[in-house]
């Protein structure tokens, strides 16, 4: 057996009928991990959203448009827009100063 392959019974498992543990074999092994990183992903996704909601929002202004919004500290445009105009401006400000 090479050492990347897997044996054919790894463990018993409580995924089944009734509760009852099923041997892991290689037809359910990829079906339980996929359930367990399901349930992995769940977690962390709470987790995120729980950290998120304890950040401070600010009102702020954007400096493009001069409407206001909310955002955390770090955040200064209010659109993906404004945000992308203000990146142009500053490379053409950059340009300038080159020429």
Sequence with gaps: MSS???P???E???IGSGGAGVPLTSGNYFAAQAVLLREMED???AAARRLA???RVYTKTCPICGSEFEGIA???YDTHACQVKAYRQRRK???A???
């Design 8 to 10: 054919k019974a790894l």
């Design 43 to 45: 977690e962390r996704s």
């Design 97 to 99: 100063a080159v020429n």
């Design 93 to 95: 400000q950059r340009e």
């Design 74 to 76: 770090k955040r200064m």
């Design 4 to 6: 990347g392959a897997r």
């Design 53 to 55: 909601s304890l950040r």
């Design 12 to 14: 018993w498992s409580p």
